[in-house]
T-cell receptor, first 115, second 114 residues
Framework: AQSVTQPDIHITVSEGASLELRCNYS??????LFWYVQSPGQGLQLLLK??????LVQGIKGFEAEFKRSQSSFNLRKPSVHWSDAAEYFC?????????????FGQGTILTVHP | DGGITQSPKYLFRKEGQNVTLSCEQN?????MYWYRQDPGQGLRLIYY???????QKGDIAEGYSVSREKKESFPLTVTSAQKNPTAFYLC?????????????FGSGTQLSVL
């Protein structure tokens, strides 16, 4: 069965610093990859997704992610973090050919931003 | 405005009681989903429905039941058979198929056991 691992449970950065959140997946075929963000007590919002093509994808709020097939990774990055980016971030994987809503999620990474 | 509405935001269950969580969407989406979120475990799929009057079990369906009598509604019942129901429950919807579809989430229901 496919799995998604986010190695960092909690990351703290200073406002204005760069950010990288790690995501690794275990799946034989090419997956569809997503990053979602969740504010406390709220639902999830899609940041970006990768289906095919250019391995560097741009998302909302200045985020980007790079798909590296050789490393089975899909890390999320942002050049300069804002205090409003503090939230929990989830990487997710979907099977090719299935409904895109049937996702397998990672455990999540909580981001704290210091002023 | 279009979106997904979950109610109530907070719900308490007594021992041996069934409770039902509401999920309504006005996005005209065919597919709807229920996820359970526990701290440190991410989201796990309970049930999903691709079309009215049809639904499938997800990864953790035991102790839960659903119905899909209308396209707009996908209620989740947490039965007394679910021994550890305390969690944050998220409903979501998506266009049934398409490379550009994304998952839209409601704002969740926090269920606690009294």
């Amino acid at each position: 069965a496919q799995s998604v691992t986010q190695p960092d449970i909690h990351i703290t950065v200073s406002e204005g610093a760069s950010l990288e959140l790690r995501c690794n997946y275990s799946y034989g075929a090419t997956p569809y990859l997503f990053w979602y963000v969740q504010s406390p007590g709220q639902g999830l919002q899609l940041l970006l997704k990768y289906f095919s093509g250019d391995t560097l994808v741009q998302g909302i709020k200045g985020f980007e992610a790079e798909f590296k097939r050789s490393q089975s990774s899909f890390n999320l990055r942002k050049p300069s973090v804002h205090w409003s980016d503090a939230a929990e971030y989830f990487c997710a994987v979907a099977l090719e050919g299935t409904s895109y809503g049937k996702l397998t999620f990672g455990q999540g990474t909580i981001l704290t931003v210091h002023p | 405005d279009g979106g997904i509405t979950q109610s109530p935001k907070y719900l308490f269950r007594k021992e041996g009681q069934n409770v039902t969580l509401s999920c309504e969407q006005n996005l005209n989406h065919d597919a709807m989903y229920w996820y359970r979120q526990d701290p440190g475990q991410g989201l796990r799929l309970i049930y999903y429905s691709q079309i009215v009057n049809d639904f499938q079990k997800g990864d953790i369906a035991e102790g839960y039941s659903v119905s899909r009598e209308k396209k707009e509604s996908f209620p989740l019942t947490v039965t007394s058979a679910q021994k550890n129901p305390t969690a944050f429950y998220l409903c979501a919807s998506s266009i049934r198929r398409g490379p550009n579809e994304k998952l839209f989430f409601g704002s969740g229901t926090q269920l606690s056991v009294l």
